[in-house]
C-alpha cells in the first residue's frame, strides 16, 4: 500500500534543503520518536530506503531462544537446567 507524498525544496541565498514528509498515520504506525535519527539508503532511482537506527522492538516477533535454554543446558553437565522451567 502506498502512500502519495510530494517532495519539497526551500531555496535560500547560499543554499537549499529537500523535504520528504509522510502521513501522521504512517510516523504513528512505525511508533517514531521525535528528534529520532535515522538514515537514508539510495537503493536506484526509483528506491530510497528509511533506515532505522534504534527501531522499537517488534510486538510480533517473540524473543528467540538459544539452543542451550532450549536443550535444557547451562553447559556445566547434561543434567543442569538454566532459565525457567515454565514452557509456551
Known amino acids: ?3 502519495p507524498t510530494k517532495v519539497q525544496l526551500i531555496k535560500r541565498q547560499l543554499s ?6 509522510f502521513p501522521s498515520a504512517v510516523a504513528q504506525a512505525m511508533e517514531f520518536e521525535r528528534g529520532e535519527t535515522v538514515e537514508w539508503v539510495i537503493e536506484d532511482k526509483a528506491q530510497l530506503v ?3 537506527l534504534n527501531p ?5 516477533k517473540k524473543k528467540r531462544r538459544t539452543s542451550a ?4 543446558t547451562s553447559g556445566k ?12
Request: charged share 15%; no cysteine.
Open 56 to 60: 522499537p522492538p517488534s510486538a510480533l
Open 69 to 72: 535454554e532450549v536443550s535444557g
Open 16 to 21: 537549499e534543503q529537500w523535504y520528504i514528509n
Open 50 to 52: 528509511l533506515n532505522r
Open 77 to 88: 553437565g547434561a543434567g543442569g537446567r538454566s532459565g525457567s522451567s515454565a514452557r509456551s
Open 1 to 3: 500500500m502506498g502512500y
